[in-house]
Every structure is written in C-alpha cells, then in structure tokens.
C-alpha cells in the first residue's frame, strides 16, 4: 500500500506543477481552439468531396478534430513532458542520485506523467472539445458507459505515450542530447499518430503500416472508441499490448544503461 | 543544442558591446530614427553572427537539426499529398494549385521565422528577470530580442516552403504576364514582413502576458496553416477577419488567386492583388507602435 500512496503522491505533484501554469494553460486552450477550427473547415471541404472518407461520417469527422485537440496534450506526442528533465538528469550526472532513491525510476516519472496528462486532460482538453460541440455538428456518444471506454482507451494511451517517450530519454545515456532523437520522435509521432489527418484516411499500405504502429494507440485508438467506429475491447489489447511491450523495453534499456554508469563509476 | 547555446551566451557580450560603441557617437535619446535603424540592423547583425559560430562549433548538431526543420514542416506538405491521394480537389483547387498557396505562405513564413522567430522567448525573459539586462545595454532592445538566439536551422523551412512554390510555378499552366511575374517576389516580401509585423505584436503582447507565447503561435504558425489551404474552404466570417482585421490574406491569398486567374471569395476588386507592399507597411507601423508601448509599460519583475 505504502508504495501506492507514493505514486499518487508523486502524480499529484505532476498535476499541481502544471496547474501553476494558469495563463499558459489559457492561452493553449486558445491555439488548440484556432487549430481546431482550422481543421474543422478544412475537413468539412475533405468530406464534402468524399462523403464516406475513411468510414466516417462528416460528423464523426469533426468530432475527430476536436477530440484529437483535446488528447494533443495529454499523450504528449510532440514532447514536451517529463523528457527533457530526464535528459538533462542523465546528462549532468544526477540520475546517480536517482537510482539510489528507494523507489523505482520508471514508475516515478510515469506516475508524474500520468499527473501531467490527468492536467492537460482537464486543462486543456475540455474546452477546445466543449467549443467544437457548440459550433459544429459532432457526433459524440450521451452514453455514459461510451465515454467511460473513451478514458480507459485514453488512460492507455497516455502510458504507450510515456513508454516511448522513456525510451527516447534513455537514448541520453548513450548520446549525452537527446535533442536529435527527441526531434525525429516527435515527427514520428504526429505523423503517426492520426494528429495530421486520421490514420484510416491514409492510403492504402501505408494506412495499414501507420495503424500497427504503436502511436495509433494515442490518439486514433481513443476516438475509435469514442465514435463506436472500434471495438474497446480490441483496442485495450493492441494499446496494452504496445504499453506493456515498450515498458519492458524501457526496463531492458535502462537496466543496461544503469550497468554502463555503473561501469564509468557514476 | 542546449550546451552550445548556453556556451555561446557568455560570448554574447563582445558583439553587444561592439554595437555600443557604434551607438556610442551619439546620446541614444538624441539619434534620429536613420541613426537607430542602422545600430539596430548592426546589432541585430553582429549578435546573430554570434549566435550562428555558436550553432556553428556543434556542425553535426546543426545539420541534424536544420534536416529536422525542414522535416518537420515538410510533413504540412506530406498531409496535403495524403488528403490529395483520396481527393481531386479541395474546395475546389486542385494540387498544384494548393501547392502555389503553400509555398508562398510557406516561404514568407519561414523568412520572419528566420528573422524573428526567436521573439517568443520574451515572456521567459521577462518572468526569469533576464530582460532586464538588455534594457542596459546602449543598444535598440528589439535588435536584442530578435535576434537572441539566431536559429540558422530555420533555412530548413525557407528551404521547404521554395521547393514547394518551386514545385508549383513549373507545374502550373499559367498565363504568365510581367504583372504576373512582379506579384510572386512581391507577396514573398510582403509576406514576410505581414508575418514580421504579426510576430513584433506578439511580442508585445507578452509584457502584458508573460507566460502567453501559444497566443503569438496561433497567429503566426496559426495563420500559416491556415493560408495553406484554399480560401473557398473556410467560412466568409473567417475570410472577412483574415481580410480586414488581420489582413493576413494579402501575404498569399490575393497575390496567389490574381496569378491563377482565380477570383477571391469575398468580393473584392483586382487590383487589390498589388496591395500587400502597403498592407504590410500599415501593419508594421501599428506593431511598432504596440512594441513600444510594451516595453514602456514593461516593469521589472525585481527579482
């Protein structure tokens, strides 16, 4: 038990540290609201030209602008969350010091990130989302139980989301700035990630490579299930499949990377 | 990145006191407006040289970096070729036609992202205190500002947004008129400088909010998006406020549909495609006007 109330301590000090940010936050939800318009025009014109695009309706199109919106922050798949810290640890030495902290390292910076995108989920998810259903025709569930699956598939979401940003930050050990592989991830992860364009318009093999890839757990899996255009229970497999497979690697990663520090003698 | 960066900022104070001493001639109150664009441009030039032997010392790190940017926006383009892979046209535009709007858009952008992209560092400046110290110096603080930093890596997307309108204009059947051919370098100009003038706003902007830089981002890489796409796929409203309130349709839109012989969806006269040299000067007059009335209102956080 005492080690649960730990991780819970150390998420809700990940929450509090990005509710200090009351005017960023603001002005994100702004950029989220104008990028979402733009979308949303944008996808009304895709959609008026093929009514049945990737097997949504225009509404169920919309709904994805905005969901994808609101989840941008929250699976963090442009960077921008616990990574850099981590890095910048690994670079100047004080991951020593964390490793001999009596808790484990990967479960404590997933318990802040978890915090982090509990934040972002509220902070910067709703409103953007509120702002779509009010002006535009969306097709979001008043089922309960939907939105419920909807959070389960988001919450798996948010954990393959830190994995490979873990994984990204472990890249330090070896190369000291994570900045090139931080870069080339974040490309990877909008591109497939479904934040462009959704990952069932992309055309024909590329589409099918795209939708194996772990980030399609981010942001596509979620408003599939959302849309009820994707069974749940199908989706957590593949999401927790990709969870438990990049958590692992992150283990394997960090136990041969704490050898080597191990060997230069910390 | 971030070691050399931090490296190159004790190498910061050479360049800057080298533009001083140029301003120096002069007591700074009593320089006429000639006399402080020139140590303006100096400083702005010097400090970014520095910064740019600073990028300069990691060369590995800067190619990796400057292909990173040019990536990262190239994947805007890879959207619109995937969106064009389902569909012929998009409001009507077909994709070379697409690509004349985004290459245009595209390049101005990249030009005052170039020039002043660093401008949304200032609200970090002001809330960490170090804003203070360019308020020191004898030299124009805008110079400062904009060129803090100096990413050469942004030619990644200069480099991006001329491939595309390269793409484009050989691509293309126009009907090519000298007009024609005058209205393509003008609007990439007058692009900049509308992108310029939005970028110096929101700068000002953050002396009122400090921690309000996605604000700046939604109007300057915002309205980029935006102007890659067709007009006739947003709303009249929309196009009425990107038209007369920021009139960031004249740093593609207009020029662009004059060139495709193309007519624009609010109903506007011809000749209106040769303005934006002027709409650009009347946005930065205001933006200059907001800069200063931030930096006077600026104070100190006093930490």
Known sequence: MGTARLYAAVAGSGFRRYATYRVATAAGVFTNTVFGLILAYLFIALWDVKPHLGGYDEAQALSYVWLSQALLMVVAMMGGGFEDELIERIRTGDIAIDLYRPADLQMWWLAQDVGRALFHLLGRGVVPLLFGALVFDLALPSDPLTWLAFLVAVALGVVVGFSIRYLVALSAFWLLDGAGVAQLTSIAGIFCSGMLLPLNVFPGALGEVVRTLPWSALIQAPVDVLLGTADPLGTYVTQGAWALGLLAAGRLVQSVATRRVVVQGG | ?303
């Open chain 2, 1 to 303: 990145m971030a070691d050399s960066a931090e490296r190159g900022t004790r190498a910061v104070a050479a360049p800057v006191r080298e533009a001083a001493r140029a301003a120096d001639a002069l007591p700074f109150e009593r320089q006429g407006a000639y006399e402080r664009l020139r140590d303006g441009l100096r400083a702005y030039r010097l400090i970014s040289a520095m910064w740019i032997r600073s990028t300069m010392a990691y060369r590995a790190s800067f190619a990796m970096t400057a292909f990173g940017n040019f990536a990262a926006t190239a994947l805007d383009f890879v959207a619109i070729l995937l969106m064009f892979s389902r569909v012929d046209r998009l409001g009507g535009y077909s994709l070379p036609e697409v690509a004349l709007l985004y290459g245009l858009s595209g390049t101005a952008f990249g030009l005052a992202d170039l020039g002043l992209g660093s401008m949304d560092r200032l609200g970090r400046r002001v809330r960490d205190g170090t804003f203070d110290t360019l308020l020191v110096r004898p030299v124009p603080v805008i110079a400062q500002v904009a060129a803090d930093r100096f990413a050469l890596r942004r030619l990644g997307r200069i480099t991006q947004g001329l491939l595309v309108l390269g793409y484009a204009l050989v691509v293309l059947d126009i009907h090519w008129t000298p007009l024609k051919v005058l209205v393509i370098p003008m609007a990439l100009l007058s692009g900049a400088a509308i992108f310029s003038a939005v970028f110096v706003a929101g700068a000002a902007f953050q002396f009122v909010a400090q921690d309000a830089s996605e604000v700046q981002n939604s109007f300057t890489y915002g309205g980029n998006t935006l102007l890659q796409y067709p007009p006739t796929v947003f709303s009249k409203d929309l196009l009425r406020g990107v038209t007369f309130v920021l009139p960031l349709a004249f740093v593609n839109w207009l020029p662009a549909l004059y060139v495709l012989g193309r007519p624009y969806p609010l109903d506007l006269p011809t000749w209106v495609a040769f303005t934006p040299p002027l709409v650009a000067a009347c946005c930065c007059v205001p933006a200059g006007f907001a800069w200063r009335a931030g930096l006077r209102a600026y104070r100190s956080t006093g930490s």
